[in-house]
T-cell receptor
Framework: NAGVTQTPKFRVLKTGQSMTLLCAQD?????MYWYRQDPGMGLRLIHYSVGEGTTAKGEVPDGYNVSRLKKQNFLLGLESAAPSQTSVYFCASKRPGLSYEQYFGPGTRLTVT | AQTVTQSQPEMSVQEAETVTLSCTYD???????LFWYKQPPSRQMILVIRQEAYKQQNATENRFSVNFQKAAKSFSLKISDSQLGDAAMYFCAYRRGDNTDKLIFGTGTRLQVFP
C-alpha cells in the first residue's frame, strides 16, 4: 500500500515549457487535490476533484489545468511554465465524509528558470 | 471567505519543555473542522490533531493537545514534553463542513527544539 505518490520528485523547466505532474493513490479515494506551497504562504489549493471525470477550481487555478480520467490518478498540467510557478506541489486524497482526513503525497519541487 | 492566521513565524523550545503554537481563524460558519499538520524537513505533511467545531471538549493526542475557543475563533496547539523530533513546520488548517472537504491553511510556524 503506497498511499499517495507523486511523479516526478524534482523538475527544472525553462520559461514557456510544458509539463505534467502525476499524482496516484491506491486507497480508492474519491476526492483528490492539488496544492502549491510557497515560502511564507502555506499551502494553497489549485484544483480539486470529487470524483472520476470531475474537476473544479481552487484558490489559485490560473496557469494550471487538471484531469481525472481514472479514479486513482489526478494530473496537473502546466501549459506554458512561468517563474511564478516555481513552488513545491502537493497532491492529497481522501474519502468523502467529514470524519476522514486528507492524505498527502511527498511533494514535487518545481523550478522554472 | 475563511482565513487562517498563524502570527508566530518561528518558535523555539527546550527539550522536555512545553510550547504553545497559536492559530486564529475567521469564519461565519458554525459547522467546520480544524487541524494541525506537521511538516518535517522531509516535506511530508503529517496530521497531528483535529477538532470538530461542534465538540466542546478539546482534542488530545498523546503529547499534543489543543485549546479550542470557538467564540474567540482561536485554536492553539500545545506540545508537552517536547522532543527533538518535534522540530518542524506546523500548519493550522480549516475545513468547511461541506461536501468538498477543501482545506485552508495558515502560513505556518517553524518550531525549533533545543537539547
Amino acid at each position: 500500500n503506497a498511499g499517495v505518490t507523486q511523479t516526478p520528485k524534482f523538475r527544472v523547466l525553462k520559461t514557456g515549457q510544458s509539463m505534467t505532474l502525476l499524482c496516484a493513490q491506491d486507497m480508492n479515494h474519491e476526492y483528490m487535490y492539488w496544492y502549491r506551497q510557497d515560502p511564507g504562504m502555506g499551502l494553497r489549493l489549485i484544483h480539486y476533484s470529487v470524483g472520476e471525470g470531475t474537476t473544479a477550481k481552487g484558490e489559485v487555478p490560473d496557469g494550471y489545468n487538471v484531469s481525472r480520467l481514472k479514479k486513482q490518478n489526478f494530473l496537473l498540467g502546466l501549459e506554458s511554465a512561468a517563474p511564478s510557478q516555481t513552488s513545491v506541489y502537493f497532491c492529497a486524497s481522501k474519502r468523502p465524509g467529514l470524519s476522514y482526513e486528507q492524505y498527502f503525497g511527498p511533494g514535487t519541487r518545481l523550478t522554472v528558470t | 471567505a475563511q482565513t487562517v492566521t498563524q502570527s508566530q513565524p518561528e518558535m523555539s523550545v527546550q527539550e522536555a519543555e512545553t510550547v504553545t503554537l497559536s492559530c486564529t481563524y475567521d469564519t461565519s460558519e458554525s459547522d467546520y473542522y480544524l487541524f494541525w499538520y506537521k511538516q518535517p524537513p522531509s516535506r511530508q505533511m503529517i496530521l497531528v490533531i483535529r477538532q470538530e467545531a461542534y465538540k466542546q471538549q478539546n482534542a488530545t493526542e498523546n503529547r499534543f493537545s489543543v485549546n479550542f475557543q470557538k467564540a474567540a475563533k482561536s485554536f492553539s496547539l500545545k506540545i508537552s514534553d517536547s522532543q527533538l523530533g518535534d522540530a518542524a513546520m506546523y500548519f493550522c488548517a480549516y475545513r468547511r463542513g461541506d461536501n468538498t472537504d477543501k482545506l485552508i491553511f495558515g502560513t505556518g510556524t517553524r518550531l525549533q527544539v533545543f537539547p
